[in-house]
């Protein structure tokens, strides 16, 4: 009998998906918790670079942390673009 479905290992917080277990706990392993602001995002290195720019940097941290609603913050966001 064969499994049906194929055997991946996903890391959610980065989207990467490995092709064995050992190396989804290597890339585990790599992560870092951001830590700013009280934040607890957990990725690796070149996400959480992307992240802290996003939205500590942004400012979108604070704004969240204060409870703005998600349509505010999208347009927040869409007016920085400019
Ligand atoms: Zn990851
Ligand atoms: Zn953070």
Redesign the pocket.
Known sequence: MQLSCRTSYY?D??E?EFNRESELVV??DA?VVCELEGCTYV??KEIMEEHILLVHASGLYARMARGSSKEEVEKWQSERKK
């Open positions: 890391c917080v980065c990467l890339h585990e992560h990725s690796c």
